[in-house]
């Protein structure tokens, strides 16, 4: 009997599973079980033991067997191999633990708001919380499933975030640690055999990447691109995708009052259009200011009995009386809010929509040499796409005096396991089919570098993302810049002239050069390391700054 079956038997030979019960029944189960405490507001609080307040790459591996080997990007630093014989003794632990649990819980959900290529999960956990989860972020089964390319080729998720591997058992067979022991922690993904097990982490987000991982290897083989991405509509219909890195501006500029929101993080485009994979949102809190973000604040903070309400809160701190403090990060900085897109005013119940109009690329370059917005060609939005880069700031790590050029190909580079190319050729083709306008948006800095200039004014970039859906840009002269090969309008609505050449917001020109060839320098030595090798077009190689 094998590894699936063993689970199903286990399910249906076991009293006390409760197999997909109703979202009250969750939150009831979650709180009588002291998986979480009920706030003020009637958000559910939980926090994570300290090697689980967010992901765990290290830990991530991927079963590596012949049927994937040459789909895989092994190369990347992302895609840690897992031998099959330790995954096996994983599937028997995991096998083990389940049988000794006196309660269980099975969600059934799919990923993928469009029927056709919705991937149906089975979730098994021992946690009410972890099935709450699964039940907020993933959808539920639609009537038309049995369209769906992957009907009969579900994916089993088996998660047991509060128990460990026994470290002496998986020594030599998983990572060591600084302390010398081995790792009892994993994250694993097996994509011939469709199965995930999660063993030691009770973080959200790793319940969620790992399916996103799943469907980012899965959806390019049958033509379909996954986006690690934000997507809204506006009144006429036209989707707008936004993609950028954490502190870009992804979530905050994507959520406007005149567009109804798709989702916020994870979408597939089609030869039928976007959808969102989810049905909720799993959004960063700290620091959440209800004047910048209200939606958010909201969908998190508003008042309802707890069993009507859901939202889990996740290592946030709390005080006594059931209040939030989003502002303290004295427990950790990556403190999250799981919600269902329900809880936002302004979404579009479908989550599918035509193909893009626009996709903007957004970056926090803290070089102060980008300029604030740049049209894209399809060679030169390749390559944006495959560098993702945005800038990591002095005081955000220690050692760390000045920014630091940060790269994440397609701008999810750990959820992105097939070689590069596969990801890249699908946007180059689906832009120039739908005559899709790409823009490159600096959300960092101006007038000099971090530290020296100013970060860009936020309704400066509400304007030239105005600018942008509404075609404001259309018509316009643009002067290359050919140290980064990409086209600037010379004007753009509600934005001063001036702004738009960043060279000329420097006191110093001169100055102004020196940064702008250092960080194409660091462009040129990131793409020859990681892509020197890789199967790419020549007409993309040449946007390289620095060639």
């Given at each position: 009997?094998?590894?699936?079956?063993?689970?199903?038997?286990?399910?249906?030979?076991?009293?006390?599973?409760?197999?997909?019960?109703?979202?009250?029944?969750?939150?009831?189960?979650?709180?009588?079980?002291?998986?979480?405490?009920?706030?003020?507001?009637?958000?559910?609080?939980?926090?994570?033991?300290?090697?689980?307040?967010?992901?765990?790459?290290?830990?991530?591996?991927?079963?590596?067997?012949?049927?994937?080997?040459?789909?895989?990007?092994?190369?990347?630093?992302?895609?840690?191999?897992?031998?099959?014989?330790?995954?096996?003794?994983?599937?028997?632990?995991?096998?083990?633990?389940?049988?000794?649990?006196?309660?269980?819980?099975?969600?059934?959900?799919?990923?993928?708001?469009?029927?056709?290529?919705?991937?149906?999960?089975?979730?098994?956990?021992?946690?009410?919380?972890?099935?709450?989860?699964?039940?907020?972020?993933?959808?539920?089964?639609?009537k038309d499933i049995g369209r769906s390319i992957y009907r009969d080729l579900p994916f089993?998720?088996?998660?047991?975030?509060?128990?460990?591997?026994?470290?002496?058992?998986?020594?030599?067979?998983?990572?060591?640690?600084?302390?010398?022991?081995?790792?009892?922690?994993?994250?694993?993904?097996?994509?011939?055999?469709?199965?995930?097990?999660?063993?030691?982490?009770?973080?959200?987000?790793?319940?969620?990447?790992?399916?996103?991982?799943?469907?980012?290897?899965?959806?390019?083989?049958?033509?379909?691109?996954?986006?690690?991405?934000?997507?809204?509509?506006?009144?006429?219909?036209?989707?707008?995708?936004?993609?950028?890195?954490?502190?870009?501006?992804?979530?905050?500029?994507?959520?406007?009052?005149?567009?109804?929101?798709?989702?916020?993080?994870?979408?597939?485009?089609?030869?039928?259009?976007?959808?969102?994979?989810?049905?909720?949102?799993?959004?960063?809190?700290?620091?959440?200011?209800?004047?910048?973000?209200?939606?958010?604040?909201?969908?998190?903070?508003?008042?309802?009995?707890?069993?009507?309400?859901?939202?889990?809160?996740?290592?946030?701190?709390?005080?006594?009386?059931?209040?939030?403090?989003?502002?303290?990060?004295?427990?950790?900085?990556?403190?999250?809010?799981?919600?269902?897109?329900?809880?936002?005013?302004?979404?579009?119940?479908?989550?599918?929509?035509?193909?893009?109009?626009?996709?903007?690329?957004?970056?926090?370059?803290?070089?102060?040499?980008?300029?604030?917005?740049?049209r894209l060609d399809q060679d030169q939005a390749m390559f944006w796409f495959l560098m993702?880069?945005?800038?990591?700031?002095?005081?955000?790590?220690?050692?760390?005096?000045?920014?630091?050029?940060?790269?994440?190909?397609?701008?999810?580079?750990?959820?992105?396991?097939?070689?590069?190319?596969?990801?890249?050729?699908?946007?180059?083709?689906?832009?120039?089919?739908?005559?899709?306008?790409?823009?490159?948006?600096?959300?960092?800095?101006?007038?000099?570098?971090?530290?020296?200039?100013?970060?860009?004014?936020?309704?400066?970039?509400?304007?030239?993302?105005?600018?942008?859906?509404?075609?404001?840009?259309?018509?316009?002269?643009?002067?290359?810049?050919?140290?980064?090969?990409?086209?600037?309008?010379?004007?753009?609505?509600?934005?001063?002239?001036?702004?738009?050449?960043?060279?000329?917001?420097?006191?110093?020109?001169?100055?102004?050069?020196?940064?702008?060839?250092?960080?194409?320098?660091?462009?040129?030595?990131?793409?020859d390391r990681v892509y020197g090798s890789k199967d790419l077009p020549e007409s993309v190689?040449?946007?390289?700054?620095?060639?």
């Amino acid at each position: 009997m094998n590894f699936l079956e063993s689970v199903t038997e286990l399910i249906n030979d076991r009293d006390r599973v409760h197999v997909n019960p109703r979202r009250r029944a969750l939150i009831k189960d979650a709180v009588k079980n002291r998986e979480a405490l009920v706030s003020r507001n009637g958000a559910l609080a939980t926090w994570t033991r300290v090697e689980s307040t967010g992901r765990s790459p290290k830990d991530t591996l991927t079963v590596r067997r012949p049927e994937i080997e040459d789909e895989i990007d092994w190369d990347s630093p992302n895609n840690l191999p897992l031998d099959p014989d330790t995954f096996t003794m994983i599937q028997e632990d995991a096998l083990a633990l389940l049988a000794a649990k006196d309660r269980l819980y099975v969600t059934d959900r799919v990923v993928g708001a469009d029927s056709r290529y919705a991937l149906p999960v089975r979730t098994v956990s021992d946690h009410a919380l972890t099935a709450l989860f699964t039940a907020t972020m993933f959808r539920p089964l639609p009537k038309d499933i049995g369209r769906s390319i992957y009907r009969d080729l579900p994916f089993t998720l088996v998660a047991l975030p509060a128990d460990k591997l026994d470290k002496q058992r998986y020594e030599g067979h998983l990572r060591r640690l600084a302390d010398g022991t081995t790792s009892d922690l994993v994250v694993a993904m097996d994509f011939a055999r469709r199965i995930g097990i999660i063993i030691g982490s009770a973080y959200g987000g790793s319940v969620k990447k790992l399916m996103f991982t799943v469907m980012n290897y899965l959806l390019p083989k049958a033509g379909i691109l996954p986006l690690h991405a934000s997507a809204n509509e506006g009144p006429k219909g036209d989707i707008a995708l936004f993609l950028g890195l954490s502190g870009t501006g992804k979530t905050t500029l994507s959520a406007a009052t005149d567009r109804a929101l798709l989702g916020d993080d994870e979408h597939g485009w089609s030869r039928y259009g976007i959808a969102n994979f989810e049905f909720g949102c799993y959004a960063k809190l700290i620091n959440l200011d209800p004047a910048k973000e209200p939606q958010i604040h909201h969908a998190i903070i508003h008042q309802a009995h707890y069993l009507s309400h859901g939202a889990i809160v996740e290592n946030a701190m709390m005080y006594p009386d059931g209040t939030f403090d989003f502002s303290d990060s004295r427990l950790i900085e990556n403190s999250r809010g799981s919600y269902p897109l329900s809880f936002l005013p302004n979404v579009k119940r479908s989550s599918r929509g035509r193909h893009p109009r626009t996709i903007i690329f957004l970056t926090a370059d803290a070089n102060g040499v980008l300029p604030p917005v740049a049209r894209l060609d399809q060679d030169q939005a390749m390559f944006w796409f495959l560098m993702g880069y945005t800038s990591k700031l002095a005081g955000t790590e220690t050692g760390i005096v000045e920014p630091v050029s940060t790269f994440s190909r397609f701008f999810g580079q750990p959820f992105m396991p097939r070689n590069p190319n596969d990801y890249a050729s699908l946007l180059g083709e689906k832009i120039r089919k739908h005559r899709t306008r790409v823009f490159l948006v600096n959300t960092g800095w101006s007038g000099g570098p971090y530290g020296v200039g100013r970060r860009m004014d936020i309704n400066v970039t509400r304007a030239i993302i105005k600018a942008v859906l509404n075609g404001g840009l259309e018509g316009v002269a643009y002067a290359e810049d050919k140290t980064f090969h990409i086209d600037i309008p010379a004007s753009c609505p509600g934005v001063p002239d001036e702004i738009l050449q960043p060279r000329n917001t420097w006191k110093d020109p001169e100055a102004f050069d020196r940064r702008a060839l250092k960080l194409a320098g660091e462009f040129s030595a990131h793409f020859d390391r990681v892509y020197g090798s890789k199967d790419l077009p020549e007409s993309v190689r040449r946007q390289c700054p620095g060639k």
